[in-house]
């Protein structure tokens, strides 16, 4: 009965979700709330944090095929089908929020080698073809050849996993313009956060819909748990570094987008989504009831989920303070505006690429088996 009325609510968002696409594909941006001061929202920041899903959960694929963690030794396959459906997910987001859809493949055949961007691409490019592959092999009969391939594919990807999140990071840096963004730690924020949310939603994942409950299902929770709670703690430590030290300084210029993002209109994203319901409340379920899979379960999903916010907290923040003193109020115009809420059709269409997410692992789960109940065989 669960399981139907679960199917109901998804076929609701995804029906939903395609009102919202077509929308998108035959008139363009009308319906979305940013403009020409915020000309990103909710599209781009569901790009950074569905890559850094991808990102993390590729990175703890690597413990299984590269370093042969024997505790992790079941969700390997796991991990790198929802890295893949992850890296779906961010392409079609960005894909959405881009002016002219139809000229994604300008950035191969007209290459520009010191756009930041245009590097980001590339080895998204990269790194998707070699997720197909390890994807394929993984689900192939095991033998020493396709062992030692995936462990090579695994080492190659662990520098292009780090390059390419950290390339994000770096694409924020390097716009010296806006000093909220322009720090030397957000390569490394975003590979931890990557780590953080990755290792996270692969919690929630095993701890929830692993098929066979059982002491060594139990044993597997805990030690995913042991180290989701030691990300979100390495991560947040980076996070109050990222954030006390310029408040700390007390240049303008340093502190008003972090002034907005803890007192502004919206400061219940960091004080309550973020920093309450992503990571006291998950932390202090692992520390008291990392043994229960339920409890565990639960605490993956809230610091999965809610590190959204994290994201949204990086990308509006750093637009909504002006450049130039006093240009909000110069012109009066919906498009000329600091004050950005994401507007129904955004979520509509971040509905239908949840959806579509959601639909693909359950493809992958009826015709692969992604839960790997048998022992793994190590490469």
Same mark, same amino acid.
Request: glycine share 10%; no cysteine.
């Given at each position: ?45 569901? !790009? +950074? !944090? ?69 590097? /980001? ?186 590190? /959204? ?13 002006? +450049? ?6 110069? +012109? ?15 979520? /509509? ?31």
């Amino acid at each position: 009965m669960g399981k139907k009325i679960g199917w109901g609510i998804w076929l609701v968002i995804f029906i939903v979700g395609l009102i919202g696409v077509g929308q998108r594909l035959t008139q363009g941006h009308i319906f979305a709330n940013y403009g020409s001061f915020i000309p990103w929202g909710l599209w781009v920041a569901a !790009y +950074i !944090y569905f890559i850094g899903l991808s990102a993390g959960a590729f990175l703890l694929s690597s413990l299984v095929f590269v370093f042969n963690v024997k505790q992790l030794e079941k969700i390997g396959r796991l991990a790198l089908v929802v890295s893949l459906i992850a890296l779906i997910m961010a392409l079609l987001s960005i894909w959405f929020d881009i002016g002219h859809m139809g000229r994604f493949w300008y950035v191969f055949v007209y290459p520009n080698f010191h756009s930041m961007m245009a590097w /980001m691409i590339w080895l998204y490019t990269a790194y998707f073809i070699l997720l197909l592959a390890e994807v394929y092999l993984v689900f192939k009969q095991p033998t020493e050849k396709r062992n030692k391939t995936l462990k090579i594919l695994g080492a190659l990807g662990i520098p292009l996993a780090i390059a390419f999140h950290g390339g994000v990071g770096a694409l924020f840096a390097v716009i010296g313009a806006r000093v909220y963004w322009h720090s030397s730690l957000f390569p490394i924020l975003f590979l931890t956060g990557a780590l953080t949310s990755g290792g996270a939603l692969l919690l929630a994942v095993v701890a929830w819909l692993w098929p066979e409950k059982n002491e060594e299902h139990r044993r597997l929770v805990k030690f995913l748990a042991q180290i989701t709670l030691g990300l979100i703690a390495f991560d947040t430590l980076f996070e109050w570094a990222e954030i006390s030290v310029p408040l700390w300084g007390g240049m303008a210029e340093h502190t008003s987008g972090l002034q907005l993002m803890l007192f502004g209109p919206f400061w219940w994203v960091f004080w309550i989504a973020h920093l309450f319901l992503g990571i006291i409340l998950p932390a202090g379920i692992l520390l008291t009831k990392s043994d229960n899979p339920r409890w565990a379960g639960l605490a993956g999903a809230l610091a999965a989920v809610f590190f /959204m916010t994290v994201r949204l907290n990086i990308v509006i923040p750093g637009l909504a303070v002006p +450049i130039i003193h006093g240009i909000d109020d110069s +012109i009066r115009s919906p498009r000329l505006s600091t004050f950005y809420v994401p507007s129904l059709h955004e979520w /509509m269409v971040l509905g239908f690429i949840v959806a579509l997410g959601i639909l693909l692992f359950a493809l992958a789960e009826k015709f692969m088996g992604v839960f790997n109940t048998k022992k793994e065989v190590r490469v």
